[in-house]
Antibody, heavy 120, light 108 residues
Framework: QLQLQESGPGLVKPSETLSLTCSVS??????????WGWIRQPPGKGLEWTGT???????YYNPSLKSRVTISVDTSRNQFSLNLNSVTATDTAVYYC????????????WGQGTMVTVSS | SSELSQDPAVSVALGQTVRITCQGD??????GNWYQQKPGQAPVLVIYDEDNRPSEIPDRFSGSRSGDTSSLTITGAQAEDEADYYCNSRDSSGQHLVFGGGTKLTVL
């Protein structure tokens, strides 16, 4: 049974870089039918797609974040990561990693989410 | 604001049928998917490609599309269906994914 688990600091200072890792267990990250994505949810608000990455490295980012976001994959560790630089308080959110069914543009398996607060 | 529009809140009496809608131009070209999110939990995919249900989702959940609007229907709503529901699809450019703003469903 595939599982995803987010990890990383829960507190980041303004102007610094938010870095999170999603560890995938119970299956390989290198399967051609899937991409891997990050979705965030500010407190009390809706879901926002951040970006997705294919195991071969091709990436797609939310245009509103594109200048600040980088998603990378490490197939040897079965992990993928999110870096968001120059953070402000508006980046405070629960960050979810999830598996994307490429043929359907649907996220079918999600991590439990990790809360990241941007504050000095 | 999102390219996919949802009513912020909908209510339904226990055991009755409710339809939650998602509107956007991109839905004329791309399929919509639906997620259920309960407080403090990660979203769960309940419908994909407009009208397909993952095996673990009860058959009272169904989906459809008409023009630029995708719909999620719950037939015989249960108390445990009270949750936030989000649609997702591609944006108008077709290059990026997008979520609707979400609908809070209350089961009375």
């Amino acid at each position: 049974q595939l599982q995803l688990q987010e990890s990383g600091p829960g507190l980041v200072k303004p102007s610094e870089t938010l870095s999170l890792t999603c560890s995938v267990s119970g299956g390989s990250i290198s399967r051609s039918s899937f991409s891997w994505g990050w979705i965030r949810q500010p407190p009390g608000k809706g879901l926002e797609w951040t970006g997705t990455i294919y195991y071969r490295g091709s990436t797609y980012y939310n245009p509103s974040l594109k200048s600040r976001v980088t998603i990378s994959v490490d197939t040897s560790r079965n992990q993928f990561s999110l870096n968001l630089n120059s953070v402000t308080a508006t980046d405070t959110a629960v960050y979810y990693c999830a598996r994307l069914l490429i043929a359907h543009d649907a996220f079918d398996i999600w991590g439990q989410g990790t809360m990241v607060t941007v504050s000095s | 604001s999102s390219e996919l529009s949802q009513d912020p809140a909908v209510s339904v009496a226990l055991g009755q049928t409710v339809r939650i809608t998602c509107q956007g131009d991109s839905l004329r070209r791309y399929y919509g998917n639906w997620y259920q999110q309960k407080p403090g939990q990660a979203p769960v995919l309940v419908i994909y490609d407009e009208d397909n249900r993952p095996s673990e989702i009860p058959d009272r959940f169904s989906g459809s599309r008409s023009g630029d609007t995708s719909s999620l229907t719950i037939t015989g709503a249960q108390a445990e269906d009270e949750a936030d529901y989000y649609c997702n699809s591609r944006d108008s450019s077709g290059q990026h994914l997008v979520f609707g703003g979400g609908t809070k469903l209350t089961v009375l």
